[in-house]
């Protein structure tokens, strides 16, 4: 305790940790920082990634938003009266156009790359028929028709075929089935490239025509004809 002029000045006692240096350089004393900050328990309510990437998203929107309205003649009202006439614009290309449908991702084709008889094909068809799936049931017996005239040498296997083509090329030598040909043609493309839903009594059609043509006996051409006489 240091006396100066008779008079008894008390100086505060600093006592530190011998681990903890009173004077901590500016880089250690960073990092320790860092170190606790760190910490989890400084991080409890911090938002998830997924939360900060739609924070980060919404502001890119909003910047695009601000800017596009300092550019359009009238600001954000202009641009609010841009947008439905798009919005118009869009919906009198769907109502008359209609719903856009999917298209073939490949081909037209009326087989797939798997390769079944006509009996697997009828057996299909049953069983998306007796589930209710008149679709897949339409499909399927179009294939099996195909495929029996195929296996009749009725018509002889062509990769690629549509069905359109088959009910053609079976239409010459079956004239008198050559209208429920194409009609099942049709239906199958409706169903398959169209959009549309088929039902039970199209699916009977098919039938129909499955069991009509396994009785029906080609024609001969003038050119078998020949070949035969």
């Given at each position: 305790m240091p006396i100066t002029g008779g008079l008894t000045t008390a100086w505060p006692m600093v006592h530190a940790n011998d681990d903890v240096p009173l004077d901590t350089p500016r880089v250690p004393a960073r990092e320790?920082?860092?170190?606790?900050?760190?910490?989890?328990m400084y991080h409890e309510n911090d938002p998830n990634l997924l939360q900060r990437a739609l924070d980060r998203f919404w502001d890119w929107v909003g910047g695009l938003f601000d800017s596009a309205s300092g550019a359009t003649p009238g600001g954000p009202l202009g641009l609010v009266a841009i947008a439905l006439v798009v919005l118009a614009l869009l919906g009198a290309l769907w109502w008359r156009l209609g719903t856009p449908q999917r298209t073939p991702a490949t081909s037209?084709?009326?087989?797939?790359?798997?390769?079944?008889?006509?009996?697997q094909h009828r057996t299909a068809a049953e069983e998306h028929a007796a589930a209710g799936r008149w679709n897949q049931a339409v499909q399927e017996r179009m294939r099996a028709i195909v495929r029996s005239l195929e296996e009749r040498t009725i018509l002889d296997p062509r990769p690629?075929?549509?069905?359109?083509?088959?009910?053609?090329?079976?239409?010459?030598?079956?004239?008198?089935?050559?209208?429920?040909?194409?009609?099942?043609?049709?239906?199958?493309?409706d169903v398959t490239y169209g959009g549309r839903s088929a039902d039970q009594r199209t699916y009977q059609r098919l039938k129909n025509l499955d069991t009509a043509l396994e009785r029906a006996k080609p024609q001969l051409s003038d050119a078998t004809?020949?070949?035969?006489?």
């Open positions: 320790a920082a860092e170190r606790e900050l760190s910490k989890p037209d084709s009326l087989f797939d790359d798997r390769t079944r008889s006509a009996a690629g075929r549509t069905a359109d083509e088959a009910a053609a090329d079976a239409g010459r030598p079956l004239p008198a089935h050559a209208d429920e040909l194409r009609a099942a043609a049709r239906a199958f493309d004809r020949g070949a035969a006489g």
